[in-house]
Each structure stands twice: as C-alpha cells, then as structure tokens.
T-cell receptor, first 114, second 116 residues
Framework: DAGVIQSPRHEVTEMGQEVTLRCKPI?????LFWYRQTMMRGLELLIY????????DSGMPEDRFSAKMPNASFSTLKIQPSEPRDSAVYFC????????????FGPGTRLTVT | AQSVSQHNHHVILSEAASLELGCNYS??????LFWYVQYPGQHLQLLLK??????LVKGIKGFEAEFIKSKFSFNLRKPSVQWSDTAEYFC??????????????FGRGTSLIVHP
C-alpha cells in the first residue's frame, strides 16, 4: 500500500484565497483524522471521520474551516477565506478499528498564507 | 477532558548517552498508549505501542517504553542514542470507552537533538 497520500505537499497562497487540502487514506481504513501542527500549539486534532461520517469537529478553529469525506477513499479540508494565522503543516491520518487506535500519517501539507 | 503531558520540551544529548522521555496522562481508566517519532521534515511514524500485558514494550530502533499504571506514565527509553535519533517524539493516549472510538490525545512533543 502507498500509505496515506496528501496533496499538495506545499501550498503558498495569499490571504483571502480559498485553500483545499486533499487526503487519500489507506485502503480499508475506516477512520480518518485531520491535524494541524504549529510550533506554538503543537499537534491539534481538527476533525475526524468514522466510516465517512464526521464524528467530532470540535477542533475546527472557525467556520472558515470545513471538511468533507464524500467516500471512503477521499477527504478534503477547505479553508475559505484563508488568513496568515492558518499557516501550518496539515496532516491527515487514517486508522483501522481493529488496530485499536494506531494511526498512519500522511506526509503533510505545508501551508503558507501571506 | 483528559490531557497528556510531556515534561521535557527540548532534550540535547551526545551520542551514546541514555535517553528517557517522560509521558504522563490524566485519564483514570484503561488506555492504549503510543509513542510516535517525527524526523525532521517528515510525518509522524509509530515507534511503539502498548495495549495490555507486559508493561515493558519494545519498539523499533532500540526504543522501549514502560507503562506504570499507578503513576499514569508511559516513559520512553533508549540506552544509547545515535545522531539519527534526532527527531520530535510524541506520546499519545487513547482512553478505552464503551463508545469504541479510538481517538488519541497527543502530548506537545519533545524535541531531541543528538550531537555526534
């Protein structure tokens, strides 16, 4: 398996623009997580899905953030409009219930909002 | 809400020194425990995990961790570090509840720098 795939790997955009981050989980995994990592706040859980259904989005910082999982093999995290404070590395991770919480992380998307 | 504390934010060692990174959590029930490693510029990877049984677990690259239930701790150890161990280390805790969801809480991470 290729592991968790994220795109793009790097994104530079101007404040106010819409940003869409993409994630393809490992085939067969039934949970998907979006994280944000910054020096100031560490690793923060934004939202997670179970069997494509959003279960807990309490970590989503503002209404500017939204996430979808239209099917088992694809998820998006959208920021609209983007702001400089959204600059961070965004990780997607997937897991299989039978593995009791072990998570497999993607390579991340480094987002810079100028 | 539960929390995970990694008291050492930055650790600097010379090669061959011994390493111990602390991890404490606040949840009183049964937990699954993990250590992940993030090498510079890379994603998090599993180092080792504990579910039940022998509280001393061994992971990859010579790392081990000991679960001490009475202390709510899961400290990571390595007897002799190498330059290639320079990385960020994250402890993660998953409380086991009747809901059956495996949602981890991560510590803030410990940055380890090993000088050659």
């Amino acid at each position: 398996d290729a592991g968790v795939i994220q795109s793009p790997r790097h994104e530079v955009t101007e404040m106010g623009q819409e940003v869409t981050l993409r994630c393809k989980p490992i085939s067969g995994h039934n949970s998907l997580f979006w994280y944000r990592q910054t020096m100031m706040r560490g690793l923060e859980l934004l939202i997670y899905f179970n069997n494509n259904v959003p279960i807990d989005d309490s970590g989503m910082p503002e209404d500017r953030f939204s996430a979808k999982m239209p099917n088992a093999s694809f998820s998006t995290l959208k920021i609209q409009p983007s702001e400089p404070r959204d600059s961070a590395v965004y990780f997607c991770a997937s897991s299989l219930r039978e593995e009791r919480g072990e998570q497999y992380f993607g390579p991340g998307t480094r987002l810079t909002v100028t | 809400a539960q929390s995970v504390s990694q008291h050492n934010h930055h650790v600097i060692l010379s090669e061959a020194a011994s390493l111990e990174l602390g991890c404490n959590y606040s949840y009183g029930g049964t937990v699954n425990l993990f250590w992940y490693v993030q090498y510079p510029g890379q994603h998090l990877q599993l180092l080792l995990k504990y579910f039940s049984g022998d509280p001393l677990v061994k992971g990859i690259k010579g790392f081990e961790a000991e679960f001490i239930k009475s202390k709510f701790s899961f400290n990571l150890r390595k007897p002799s570090v190498q330059w290639s161990d320079t990385a960020e280390y994250f402890c993660a805790v998953i409380p086991l509840s009747s809901g059956g969801s495996y949602i981890p809480t991560f510590g803030r991470g410990t940055s380890l720098i090993v000088h050659p």
